[in-house]
């Protein structure tokens, strides 16, 4: 199996050509094609949910188109939001698989619960009909179960998602550590990566910094034992902030970590 990078270099619906720096002619880079989008950088008119619906819209098909022709995708864009269109088009493609959110939060706010008003705090939510559902009607997306997703990290967690997540039965891990030789469900498996698992000190380029995160080492192993499964069918990463990235160092060290993951 060979990998297929999609690059939507935007962080909701904000335009963020950083992310493009690592891009080669292998990649596909979607960027709509609107003469308000050349003259202000960002999506023109509606809400922001409408303007992401829309960024999101080529996702799904190419992920689809890219399963069935035995290619794996990893999609790369700024916010975790990307995850929906994602699983959508692995739906479409017939397959059905546990969702493994690596993460330093748990994005399982909803609209009741948020203490900011980020859309990026709750698709983890979103993708078990929680709260906002636009962006999983929009793509077509069918619901998730507790027991399809396998989350880890999440040390950093609004009180609403501490209540919320009380009762139910997603499969949580504290430590990234605790899936090193893990057995793996049988069946595919989708990993969504926010870079922001990792530690503060080694990733200064975040938004979101969160200490007490796990070692690039842990990292590189769980990712190695990931991809020996053969079994990862998508990839899709919530990146670094580009604008933050002093000559491109945490940048080149996560796209380094997903040569770890990734199909050769």
Sequence with gaps: MKHQVILLPYVLDQKRDGLRRFTDSNWIV????????????????GSIQQRMCALFEPIAPIVRESVKAGIQPVVLNGDCCIAIPTLAGLQQAGINPTLIWLDAHADFNTWETTPSGFLGGMPLAMMLGLGEQIFVENSGMQLLVDEKIIAT?????DQGEVDALAGRRLHIFSDLADLI???????????????????EKDVMASNYPEPNGPSLATIRTVFEQLRA??????????????DLDRNDRD????????EHLVAK
């Design 30 to 45: 979607l960027d709509p094609e609107m003469p308000q989008l050349q003259a202000t950088g960002d999506m023109p008119g």
């Design 153 to 157: 990290d999440l040390r950093n967690l």
């Design 181 to 199: 030789d893990f057995e793996w469900p049988e069946g595919p498996l989708y990993v969504h990566f926010d870079t922001d698992i990792l530690d």
């Design 229 to 242: 499964t053969g079994r990862v069918t998508a990839v899709s990463v919530s990146s670094w902030n580009p």
């Design 251 to 258: 940048g080149k060290m996560i796209m380094g970590l997903l």
